[in-house]
């Protein structure tokens, strides 16, 4: 990633009006994604029990 720097040495960010500064939150980060993998591993579980206790009969009559 390049930084492209004004004629006062200012990289844009800070002349602008109204934007604010932002850093990443990467505790958060991987909060979400800790979290989200734990729910989708709990509901690939779920549907892979529901999936076996199917019996192949029921499955063919469909």
Partial sequence: ???VLN???????RDIPHVPDY???WQAFFIVLFS????YECIM??????IKNISLKE???E
């Avoid at 004629?7 to 960010?13: C, E, V, Y």
Wanted: neutral net charge; glycine residues 8%.
């Fill in 1 to 3: 990633m390049s930084v």
């Fill in 45 to 50: 579980v779920c549907y892979s029990v529901r």
């Fill in 59 to 61: 499955i063919m009559l």
């Fill in 7 to 13: 004629a006062d040495g200012m990289d844009g960010r």
């Fill in 36 to 39: 989200f993998i734990l729910v």
């Fill in 23 to 25: 850093t990443f939150n």
